[in-house]
């Protein structure tokens, strides 16, 4: 018998369905990353993102011995946590709770230029990422996991030959640059 780590999805789902824990662990520790970057990619805040993490691996438990073909389950995966994402933002208040501004007359001058000066490069780095086309947005947000999912985990999350995932990368970040070196 393999390890779990390097067992084929069906395997693992058969065993897991069986009650082996360390079938179980080997599912999640092999897809939380992939399920993480989907989630990051809706735009979710921390929270809910977790949150619509946590509800694909329960969906997986509820039809645990029902998946229809397991050697795609990374695709299934990825399609059942963009569901819960979207579940999670039509839910989502339009309120957005702010910081206590007392908190800032305590903190330090310089801390505070240093986190201004972070905010204003991610929000120009946010703003130019939204201007690259939604296939740049979702690969290079897959892309950004730590650790990042392999070529073939891509491939299927995003419905994309495994071939074009490096170059298409590349025009993808040639792009971002390209938008950021232009003065806004």
Do not use: H
């Not at 069986?18 to 179980?24: I, T, Y």
């Not at 397991?70 to 299934?76: I, N, S, T």
């Not at 800032?104 to 201007?131: G, K, N, P, T």
């Amino acid at each position: 018998m393999d390890l779990p780590g390097t067992s084929a999805p069906a395997e693992l789902l058969e065993r897991a369905a069986a009650g082996d824990q360390a079938a179980w662990d080997a599912l999640t520790d092999r897809y939380t990353n992939l399920l993480w970057s989907v989630a990051r990619a809706m735009r979710l805040t921390e929270p809910d993102a977790a949150d619509a993490v946590q509800a694909t691996w329960l969906r997986l438990v509820e039809k645990l011995g029902t998946i229809r073909d397991p050697e795609r389950l990374p695709g299934w995966l990825a399609t059942t946590i963009r569901r819960e994402c979207l579940a999670v933002l039509r839910q989502r208040t339009k309120v957005v709770p702010t910081e206590d501004f007392d908190d800032l007359a305590d903190a330090e001058e310089s801390a505070v230029d240093r986190e201004i000066l972070r905010e204003e490069r991610d929000a120009a780095l946010w703003r130019a990422f939204e201007q690259i086309s939604t296939q740049c947005r979702a690969l290079l947000r897959v892309l950004m996991a730590d650790p990042p999912p392999t070529y073939a985990t891509v491939s299927v999350a995003l419905d994309m030959p495994i071939g074009g995932i490096g170059p298409t990368r590349q025009r993808c970040l040639a792009t971002l640059r390209r938008i950021m070196a232009v003065p806004s």
